[in-house]
């Protein structure tokens, strides 16, 4: 077990590396610069700055220099548009959609696990169909119509909620909601799936016989496996919450990462722009690694395989 | 996998049987004639509903099915100018800057419904050949491809379309500039073409992975097999093995699984515009229009409404298609 979470390290960092070097040069290959949007700037004055921000220099030495501040000192650099330290901005913005991030995936947990056992358990009911027709919805729906919809039908008829704003825990919930849908559904039907696929099995119909309580059943004998599946898509659904929270941050105007990225997309910021791609990758590292260790405690099979 | 029970005259294939059992699927039978007619309005009847971008300020926000009189002058010969009214028939309303909310919506509905087929083209071709290169090679080849795959996985998908994405439009512009300058290519046409297709080759370009990983699990237990050996023993080269004999027989379930990744090729191109990375005006798409919505949902709702439903319904008959189509080729994973 630590040799195979030793190896993830390993591989994550290595992804890290990719990561880093492939936004570097796909930034550097990107047409303008920082200060192409800058109005009335004089040639000289640009040439100034592009040497303050160490610019000028061709692509692989600035590539070598940053890669060694960042190994060395920790540190991200500095962005030109907003004139402060990268760090400092990721700081201040990534608890917004940490918790965001962390509230909607616990909207989908709730929501999906137990409507997927459900409709395992209630298979071809009416509680199977309602259930995974709302899960059809929760994927065919985007987030950026739902939550103009909550928006406009809860926001504004509701004095508790706000339209738009990041100021006390209420507000944080229909922004959860917005994002954590989508998941949901997917939770849902993986959910659905993978009970099915263990409550027809011998050693169910066994304790069925013995009779042992329906709930019992669930709870002990068919739960951790019929998890599996949900489990194994906790990775990409880390991954769907980074990139969901781009338009939800938008939409509820929350002060998190994602507008970051986008305005240091748009402004060729890219001191900015690799140190909102590095986070993001580190997130999704960390998170797959913390999937990857929860699967395997869960399937024995799988742990032995390690 | 034929259903030995049901073998005709004629003989049965996994196409034959699939389509059979596709049939008697309603929703799914439902979701692809309404298909059929979505292609059809944006494609065809799109071009009826006239210009999508000619702005008409006296007529913003037009009800749902009101008509406005639209009054041009209209120069003559001898300089004087004659003032000519047109009737113009809002279906759906108009929006914003008057436009026509029924012609932006089947224009930005020829996007959307492009980038679904356009990128999953890209990403087909691509992940069918590396899956099958790499389960083919096997050894070290395989092991280093499937890390680089195992690699990109981990990469946060949106992230690198839209960088990749705008590193893209700035060679197909100059792409679109030298075709219109030296091989007198039409010029609104091809840079609109420029236009979008970044957004498409950026999505398709990154969006293989999955179809990699599947095929070369099919390509690895088919290469065991006898008619597999058999085509190796008689010294056929490897191209002709992996392109005539392997690759065909792995086409049910990537199919499978490209008509899954249409609808959420979908997604991702409206996200990225709903976000203003995507399409650019003058150009639209369902996720600009949603976008456009949003801002004045409070007095304006059917702008958001609208779009929204054309997406929303679209998207719903991808996937019960999706899903018709997963259960009627492969029965043994369809649901009980």
């Known amino acids: 077990m630590i040799g195979f979470i030793f190896r993830r390290v390993l591989q994550g960092l290595l992804v890290l590396f990719v990561l880093y070097t492939l936004s570097f040069f796909l930034i550097k290959a990107l047409p303008g610069d920082a200060f192409t949007t800058e109005k009335a700037m004089s040639p000289e004055a640009k040439e100034e700055q592009m040497k303050r921000f160490g610019l000028d220099k061709p692509w692989v030495i600035q590539y070598g220099l940053r890669l060694q501040r960042l190994l ?19 700081q201040q913005s990534f608890p917004a959609s940490v918790v965001l991030g962390l509230n909607a995936f616990l909207v989908a947990c709730v929501i999906g696990i137990p409507l997927g056992i459900f409709s395992a358990v209630r298979k071809n009911t009416w509680v199977d169909y309602a259930s995974m027709g709302f899960a059809m919805i929760g994927i065919c729906v985007a987030a950026f119509i739902i939550g103009p919809l909550l928006q406009t039908q809860v926001a504004m008829r509701l004095p508790a909620f706000k339209v738009a704003g990041w100021d006390n825990p209420v507000d944080w919930i229909l922004p959860a909601i917005t994002l954590g849908l989508a998941p949901a559904a997917y939770l849902a039907r993986l959910t659905r799936g993978g009970m099915l696929e263990v409550l027809g099995q011998d050693f169910v119909r066994t304790a069925q016989a013995k009779g042992v309580p329906p709930l019992t059943i669930i709870t002990r004998h068919t739960l951790r496996g019929g998890l599996i599946p949900s489990v194994a898509y906790l990775g990409p659904a880390f991954a769907y919450l980074i990139s969901g929270s781009f338009v939800v941050e938008t939409i509820f105007q929350v002060p998190g990462m994602g507008r970051h990225f986008i305005d240091a997309t748009i402004d060729r910021d890219e001191d900015l722009l690799l140190g909102c791609v590095l986070y993001y990758g580190f997130l999704i590292v960390i998170l797959n690694l913390v999937s990857d260790i929860i699967q395997a405690s869960l399937n024995p099979r799988l742990r032995e395989s390690l | 996998m034929a259903d ?13 049987d699939a389509w059979l059992r596709l049939r008697k699927n309603k929703v799914a039978v439902v979701s692809g004639v309404f298909l059929i007619v979505m292609f059809l309005l944006c494609f065809v009847a799109a071009w009826f509903t006239g210009d999508p971008n000619e702005q008409d300020l006296a007529n913003k926000f037009a009800a749902v099915g009101s008509s406005s009189e639209n009054i041009q002058q209209v120069r003559q010969d001898d300089g004087s100018s004659i003032k000519e009214t047109r009737t113009l028939l809002h279906l759906l309303g108009t929006d914003q800057m008057g436009r026509d909310l029924l012609s932006r919506i089947l224009f930005g509905g020829q996007v959307s419904l492009l980038v679904g087929l356009i990128a999953t083209s890209v990403a087909f071709v691509i992940g069918i050949s590396y899956g099958a290169i790499s389960g083919y090679a096997g050894g070290r080849a395989d092991a280093i491809m499937m890390r680089a795959v195992d690699t990109l996985y981990a990469i946060p998908f949106l992230v690198l379309v839209i960088l990749l994405q705008e590193v893209l439009s700035g060679s197909t512009s100059e792409v679109a500039t030298w075709l219109v300058k030296h091989w007198k290519f039409p010029d609104e046409t091809t840079h609109r073409l420029a236009n979008i297709l970044p957004l498409f ?14 095929t070369r699990s099919q390509i690895l237990s088919l290469k065991q097999q006898e008619f597999a050996q058999a085509a190796i023993s008689l010294g056929l080269s490897p191209s002709r093995i992996l392109f005539r004999h392997l690759i065909p027989n792995t086409l049910g379930p990537a199919i499978v699984y490209v008509t899954l990744t249409i609808p959420s090729f979908i997604m991702y191109e409206a996200t990225l515009s709903f976000l203003g990375l995507g399409i650019k005006a003058p150009d639209s798409s369902w996720g600009v229009l949603i976008k456009d919505g949003a801002n004045y949902m409070e007095t304006q709702p059917m702008l958001l409404i609208l ?13 019960f298609l999706g899903d018709g189509l997963r259960d009627a080729l492969d029965p043994k994973a369809a649901k009980d």
């Open chain 2, 307 to 319: 779009p929204a439903l054309f997406f929303t319904t679209t998207l719903f008959a991808l996937n």
């Open chain 2, 201 to 214: 080759l950026a999505i398709g370009a990154l969006g293989w992975l999955t179809l990699a990983r599947i």
């Open chain 1, 72 to 90: 060395l000192q920790q540190d991200l650099g500095i962005s030109p548009k907003k004139n402060r330290k990268v760090s400092l901005i990721l």
């Open chain 2, 4 to 16: 030995t029970s049901t073998v005709t005259e004629k003989g049965t294939s996994l196409w034959r």
